[in-house]
Structure formats: structure tokens, C-alpha cells
């Protein structure tokens, strides 16, 4: 009823299965393009969903923040009622936008002579909190050179408009400190001119409030080499 099996029965067997293994794998290696690594088709397809949903959520999350602002901006009354309403915690300050000064180390307002006898006026900036500290501020910002003449009306030699994205887009920061940094071209000044008188204003977009600095420059051309931001 049996049939023996001899030695070499076994090892014609082991053969077989063996030159099946290999052509199986000679056969699945050649249906891909690259080599395969130990994650399947079904591993490979979870990770890219999972990288996918996680891609969603933070666009979802970004969206989310984004509605938010505008839904304060399209209701400032109701922001200003839940802030009221938020309780004070003892000893807190938040920091406030009180005061504007010109950066001093660059000498405040630095000029370079330029082509045709027109002037490019440079100003560094900072926005301060109540505490001295600096404070970036959200808003628009209004600057003005006049040449002060006696015995005569003021003379405007130029005047800057910075919408709310432009101040942002004129925040520096780096080695030299934090500011920010604010380019007009002026009139070529009067061959008597001896100094300037500048005017900066910054509106809060938080609180409304407008802060300004006026200062007296020399009117002589600045070296070009301090003409950095």
C-alpha cells in the first residue's frame, strides 16, 4: 500500500522545490522596477495615508487659526467684550506698545547721496513696550523729512507710508539687535541746509493708539559704507 521513498527520491524532491522557490523569486523580483523591501504594497499605502491625513491636519489646524482672526477683525466689539470679561491675574502687565525711538547705534537716520542729486534717507526703528523692552507691532506707519528754514515755512522734502504688511516686511533682527527699517527717497536739500528734522509715527492695530518720535539729523551726507540695514 505504500510506496518506499529512497534517498535519492527525497533529494530529486528537495530539488524540485527548490528550482520552484527560485524561479518564484526570479519572477517577483522582475515584476518591480527597484528592489523590494520587507514593507508590502499594503504597508506602503498606509504610511502615505497616514502622512496624508497628517498633512490635512495641519492645514485644517492652519485654516482654523485663520478664521478665527478674521472673525475678530469682522467683530472687533465682541474681542473687546471677552477681553474685558477674561479675569486679571494678580501682578500681570502685558506688555504694551507705549513708545518709538530711532535706534541710535546706526546714528538713527543715516543719508546716502545718490545718482542725480536725489537722497535716500534710511531709518531704524524700534517699538517699545512699557518696560523698555522691544515690542513688534502690527500697524501702519507714517514718516516725514522737513528742512526747518528761519524766518520760513517748513519745507518737505519727503513723506513714507507703510501699510500694516510693509511695517511687518521691515522687521530686521540679527547681531547687530532688533529694529526695523525704513527707506524714503527725499528732495536734494538746499545747498544751506544743515540738518533735518524727522517725524515717525506708528499706528497699534491692537489698541488704536498712535506713537511718535521726532528727532533733528545732520544734513550732510552719511559715508556709504554706514548705509546698511
Known amino acids: ?117 536725489d537722497n535716500l534717507v534710511r531709518l531704524y526703528l524700534e517699538t517699545l513696550d512699557q518696560q523698555g523692552r522691544f515690542l513688534p507691532v502690527a500697524g501702519v506707519l507714517k514718516a516725514q523729512v522737513v528742512y526747518i528754514q528761519a524766518g520760513k515755512p517748513p519745507l518737505v522734502l519727503g513723506e513714507k507710508s507703510l501699510t500694516a504688511r510693509e511695517l511687518d516686511d521691515a522687521y530686521r533682527s540679527g547681531i547687530t539687535g532688533t529694529h526695523y527699517t525704513v527707506e524714503m527717497m527725499v528732495k536734494p536739500l538746499p545747498p544751506e541746509a544743515t540738518s533735518l528734522n524727522v517725524t515717525v509715527s506708528v499706528t497699534d492695530a491692537a489698541t488704536g493708539a498712535t506713537v511718535s518720535v521726532r528727532d533733528i539729523y545732520s544734513a550732510k551726507p552719511a559715508p556709504t559704507s554706514q548705509a546698511s540695514e
Not at 21 to 49: K, V
Not at 72 to 86: D, E, F, G, I, K
Open 1 to 117: 500500500m505504500y510506496s518506499s521513498v529512497t534517498g535519492e527520491g527525497v533529494g530529486d524532491q528537495r530539488l524540485a522545490v527548490l528550482a520552484v522557490i527560485i524561479a518564484i523569486g526570479l519572477f517577483l523580483s522582475g515584476c518591480g522596477h527597484a528592489p523590494r523591501n520587507f514593507f508590502n504594497d499594503n504597508d506602503r499605502l498606509r504610511a502615505e495615508n497616514a502622512e496624508l491625513r497628517s498633512k490635512a491636519d495641519h492645514l485644517a489646524q492652519a485654516l482654523a487659526l485663520r478664521e478665527a482672526e478674521v472673525d475678530q477683525l469682522r467683530h472687533p466689539a465682541s474681542l473687546a467684550a471677552v477681553t474685558a470679561t477674561q479675569p486679571e491675574l494678580a501682578g500681570a502687565d502685558p506688555p504694551r506698545f507705549v513708545k518709538l525711538r530711532f535706534d541710535h547705534r546706526f546714528g538713527g537716520a543715516m543719508r546716502v547721496s545718490l545718482a542725480k542729486g
